[in-house]
């Protein structure tokens, strides 16, 4: 269950906290060949599951970077929802980014969401969500990120 933020006010208290945990979501092959299909992105480490099994230092396919950068809409949404009234909610983009470990096909994510700021913009605010994708029993996470999304009222 997600948790609900109701105002600006509540999540500013959250700022440097966790305020939210995604549900598991199965990275399936079909999936990754769904996101290679759609990115033209058809290297064999992703989409030829012999050959990976075979010649990759991973053992099995993987998922994209941006296959899970794609996901983390889904699971911030997951993670806190926030129910203040905005006109429009914008990705800005990434203060950081980075791809700590691979997904393994077949395996399950989930994410923890920190709002790390909330700063003003003309119209709106900016919030910086801090968010580390987890990979079920691996030590290291998939993506850890900085993302900025911005409200609009």
Do not use: C
Not at 130 to 146: D, Q, R, T, W
């Amino acid at each position: 269950m997600a948790r609900t933020i109701d105002s600006m006010d509540e999540l500013k208290t959250w700022i440097g906290k966790e305020a939210g945990v995604s549900d598991w979501l199965t990275i399936t092959q079909e999936r990754i060949n769904q996101f290679a299909a759609l990115s033209e992105d058809l290297q064999w480490i992703h989409v030829d599951v012999e050959r990976a099994r075979q010649e990759s230092p991973f053992g099995a396919p993987i998922a994209h970077g941006f296959l899970t950068v794609a996901l983390l809409t889904r699971l911030v949404r997951d993670a806190v929802e926030i129910r203040v009234p905005s006109k429009l909610l914008v990705n800005y983009g990434f203060n950081r980014l980075r791809f700590a470990a691979p997904v393994p096909a077949g395996t399950r994510i989930r994410a923890h969401v920190t709002p790390n700021s909330i700063s003003d913009v003309s119209g709106g605010a900016e919030v910086a969500w801090g968010v580390v994708v987890e990979i079920e029993n691996h030590a290291k996470p998939a993506l850890a990120a900085e993302w900025l999304l911005r409200m609009y009222f």
